[in-house]
């Protein structure tokens, strides 16, 4: 007998679920405990995940459900999840995107040869849009890059294995790196964008990193004990920009416009400045108070609420904004352009 049909008789006989010492494999086989060592590192090798268990009673077996019967899926049923993995791709960046290349391998193998066309002309025939970039508001954009994809599959890996991750933060506006110390709790999608949920091991808050923010994350060797009562849900509908405005709330200079009701109930809509302070002020008017004073943020906010909206403060974006409608009114003042002669 060979050692790939040793293997082979190997893993057929680790399939019961029961533990096989592995004196017992090498009396099956009539082989040494040494080479039935290495058959065991060599199934490992190859992605055979084989449960060892030590002691007296411990021995070998295949990890439950590694096996699994012929996949009968409905041509329905097929269109349906070729339709959910267009959405899937339709993001700049997946979790495990290689994992997933491999599953969809495995998958498209284990169906029936009448659907293999399906899936071999996704893309000719469910499309999906790419979400287009948010202009109003700044810093939204970012282009995929090595660093956002080790971000996302290290703290997936991190979820799935119960250990803490270690990376470093990127904040533009303040254009600081900070150092991080996570548990992994859970990743989110918005907007395009991917978004890590963890506890921060110095803070003990559940925090979120936007993860094209987040460089050299790398797997620490410490265990953590998984959080039964966290759930991902509990951060959608804003529920994670809220909290973290309120943070910054105490840590960034705030930017203060005086606006009308009606623009009050306009942003109200707004997925980022709904999120803001609202406080009733004088003769039905509203102050929203905004963590930022960042120009590219603040100005074109003002610029698009338009008439009724004064920003109040700081005055160094106050006296910015000024001239700049001073120069618009300059322009607009001189009255209509002159036509030009064809």
Same mark, same amino acid.
């Given at each position: 007998?060979?050692?790939? &049909? /040793?293997?082979?008789?190997?893993?057929?006989? @680790?399939?019961? +679920?029961? %533990?096989? !010492?592995?004196?017992? =494999?090498?009396?099956?086989?009539?082989?040494?405990?040494?080479?039935?060592?290495?058959?065991?590192?060599?199934?490992?090798?190859?992605?055979?995940?084989?449960?060892? &268990? /030590?002691?007296?009673?411990?021995?070998?077996? @295949?990890?439950? +459900?590694? %096996?699994? !019967?012929?996949?009968? =899926?409905?041509?329905?049923?097929?269109?349906?999840?070729?339709?959910?993995?267009?959405?899937?791709?339709?993001?700049?960046?997946?979790?495990?995107?290689?994992?997933?290349?491999?599953?969809?391998?495995?998958?498209?193998?284990?169906?029936?040869?009448?659907?293999?066309?399906?899936?071999?002309?996704?893309?000719?025939?469910?499309?999906?849009?790419?979400?287009?970039?948010?202009?109003?508001?700044?810093?939204?954009?970012?282009?995929?890059?090595?660093?956002?994809?080790?971000?996302?599959?290290?703290?997936?890996?991190?979820?799935?294995?119960?250990?803490?991750?270690?990376?470093?933060?990127?904040?533009?506006?303040?254009?600081?790196?900070?150092?991080?110390?996570?548990?992994?709790?859970?990743?989110?999608?918005?907007?395009?964008?991917?978004?890590?949920?963890?506890?921060?091991?110095?803070?003990?808050?559940?925090?979120?990193?936007?993860?094209?923010?987040?460089?050299?994350?790398?797997?620490?060797?410490?265990?953590?004990?998984?959080?039964?009562?966290?759930?991902?849900?509990?951060?959608?509908?804003?529920?994670?920009?809220?909290?973290?405005?309120?943070?910054?709330?105490?840590?960034?200079?705030?930017?203060?416009?005086?606006?009308?009701?009606?623009?009050?109930?306009?942003?109200?809509?707004?997925?980022?400045?709904?999120?803001?302070?609202?406080?009733?002020?004088?003769?039905?008017?509203?102050?929203?108070?905004?963590?930022?004073?960042?120009?590219?943020?603040?100005?074109?906010?003002?610029?698009?609420?338009?008439?009724?909206?004064?920003?109040?403060?700081?005055?160094?974006?106050?006296?910015?904004?000024?001239?700049?409608?001073?120069?618009?009114?300059?322009?607009?003042?001189?009255?209509?352009?002159?036509?030009?002669?064809?």
């Amino acid at each position: 007998m060979n050692p790939i &049909e /040793r293997a082979l008789g190997i893993l057929l006989l @680790l399939t019961g +679920g029961k %533990l096989i !010492p592995a004196t017992v =494999l090498a009396e099956r086989f009539q082989v040494s405990l040494r080479t039935i060592y290495r058959d065991i590192d060599r199934l490992i090798a190859l992605g055979v995940p084989v449960d060892a &268990e /030590r002691g007296a009673e411990g021995g070998y077996r @295949l990890a439950s +459900g590694y %096996l699994q !019967p012929p996949v009968a =899926l409905t041509r329905n049923e097929t269109a349906a999840l070729l339709a959910a993995m267009a959405m899937v791709r339709a993001s700049r960046m997946v979790p495990l995107a290689a994992d997933l290349a491999s599953a969809e391998q495995k998958l498209l193998a284990s169906l029936p040869k009448g659907v293999h066309g399906l899936f071999k002309d996704a893309e000719r025939i469910v499309g999906i849009e790419p979400i287009p970039p948010d202009i109003f508001h700044s810093g939204t954009k970012a282009e995929p890059s090595g660093d956002w994809q080790k971000a996302l599959d290290g703290f997936m890996a991190g979820i799935l294995d119960g250990k803490r991750v270690r990376f470093e933060h990127v904040n533009p506006s303040r254009k600081t790196v900070k150092a991080h110390d996570v548990e992994p709790r859970g990743v989110m999608f918005d907007r395009d964008h991917w978004y890590l949920a963890g506890r921060c091991v110095d803070t003990d808050l559940v925090k979120v990193y936007r993860a094209d923010r987040v460089r050299g994350l790398e797997i620490s060797g410490l265990f953590f004990r998984p959080d039964k009562d966290f759930s991902i849900q509990s951060l959608l509908g804003g529920t994670w920009l809220s909290r973290a405005m309120r943070r910054w709330e105490q840590q960034e200079e705030i930017a203060k416009i005086l606006i009308t009701s009606r623009q009050a109930q306009k942003l109200s809509t707004d997925w980022y400045y709904r999120h803001a302070v609202f406080t009733p002020a004088e003769e039905g008017k509203v102050l929203i108070s905004i963590p930022s004073t960042e120009p590219a943020r603040i100005l074109p906010l003002v610029r698009w609420l338009g008439p009724g909206a004064e920003l109040i403060g700081p005055d160094g974006l106050r006296r910015e904004l000024a001239q700049e409608l001073a120069e618009l009114t300059a322009l607009y003042g001189a009255g209509p352009p002159l036509e030009r002669s064809a």
